[in-house]
């Protein structure tokens, strides 16, 4: 393998896991023929070193963000959550309303029956709007896992995360002579939707992955 | 001749074979003496047909090292030489007997069919 590559891939490693086994790990690789195979295997492994360290942390890097997690819980469990989802949500809004004016000129509402490029397109924003929730939720547990804190603060933020999936709702205008459509959303309080469902799914990965890490630091 | 159906159903056959379970390959390849990483993936192959990926390999070397039951020994230039402990080795010997019991057992059920 080309040595600049195998360089490359050994940083995909956490800084301790590169301290103890990067020469040697840099030098077996270079000693080996470089194929696709290889790159996504080691790509792979360097994702589960980070998501999962050996030895449950212990050749895991204090990143900034766990050090956040200490000190500013609510800021990294509840609005880092709520501005990725807003993120999300605006994306998911923009590919409704590009996709109505571009796919349904005529239409009076994009929420009709489509077919062709259409589905591809409003399927985008349909996957982005339905699942941003479940994968926000998801990240907070994996975060609340790897940062190793107390679990008030993640569970507030995935009940958040929840609960505005629920009161999300989608709104839009038929252009008129004097406007153009419109596509926008409202958080309906009450409104409870998929919310219970979500945060528990969101819940029971947390609990897995807090008893995942458990277990490791026992072995 | 053979057709290409056969040959099909011989490779299916052959990879449905392959034992992956990188952390008792590495232990398998180390119980014939030391070895660095590169004549593992080599041995491996020889001994059960699975050729692991360098960061699987190494993975499993990590998992292996931390929990006592491989160790490195001096490094050859560049090359990091590991060799089984006898931690590592009453492992191997448990899960190999565990293993054996188990296909005993299978293939006697597979006979009977």
Redesign the interface.
């Known amino acids: 393998m080309n040595r600049m590559l195998a360089r490359a891939l050994v940083r995909l490693y956490p800084r301790k896991?590169r301290e103890?086994?990067g020469?040697?790990?840099a030098?077996?690789?270079e000693?080996?023929p470089g194929g696709v195979?290889?790159v996504?295997?080691?790509?792979?492994?360097?994702l589960?070193?980070r998501a999962f360290p050996?030895?449950g942390g212990?050749?895991a890097e204090t990143s900034r963000w766990v050090d956040w997690s200490k000190q500013a819980p609510w800021a990294l469990f509840g609005a880092v959550p709520l501005v990725v989802l807003a993120a999300a949500y605006f994306v998911a809004l923009m590919i409704l309303w590009s996709g109505w004016r571009i796919f349904l000129p005529a239409a009076r509402t994009p929420f009709v029956p489509i077919d062709g490029w259409a589905i591809a397109y409003f399927g985008i924003g349909r996957l982005l709007y339905f699942f941003a929730p479940m994968l926000v939720g998801l990240g907070v547990a994996w975060a609340a896992t790897r940062a190793r804190v107390k679990p008030v603060w993640p569970l507030l933020g995935m009940a958040l995360i929840a609960w505005v999936d629920g009161m999300a709702q989608v709104h839009t205008r038929w252009p008129t002579a004097g406007a153009s459509g419109r596509v926008w959303m409202t958080l309906e309080l009450g409104h409870l939707g998929y919310a219970p469902e979500l945060l528990a799914i969101s819940v029971l990965v947390y609990m897995l992955l807090w008893v995942r890490q458990k277990r490791a630091q026992a072995? | 001749m053979r057709s290409t159906r056969h040959v099909d159903r011989d490779d299916e056959a052959a990879e449905a074979g392959h034992y992956s379970d990188p952390p008792l390959l590495v232990l398998a390849s180390l119980a014939d003496g030391p070895k660095h990483g590169h004549a593992m993936i080599e041995d491996i192959v020889e001994l059960s047909g699975t050729r692991l990926g360098p960061g699987t390999l190494y993975g499993a070397i990590a998992r292996l090292e931390q929990e006592g039951w491989i160790k490195p020994l001096e490094p050859e230039e560049r090359r990091q030489p590991y060799k089984i402990t006898a931690a590592g080795l009453r492992v191997l010997r448990a899960k190999l007997t565990t293993l054996h019991q188990f296909s005993k057992t299978g293939l006697k059920r597979l006979e009977a069919l």
């Open positions: 896991w103890r086994y020469a040697e790990f030098a077996m690789l000693d080996r195979g290889a996504f295997d080691v790509m792979g492994s360097a589960g070193e050996t030895m212990k050749m072995a």
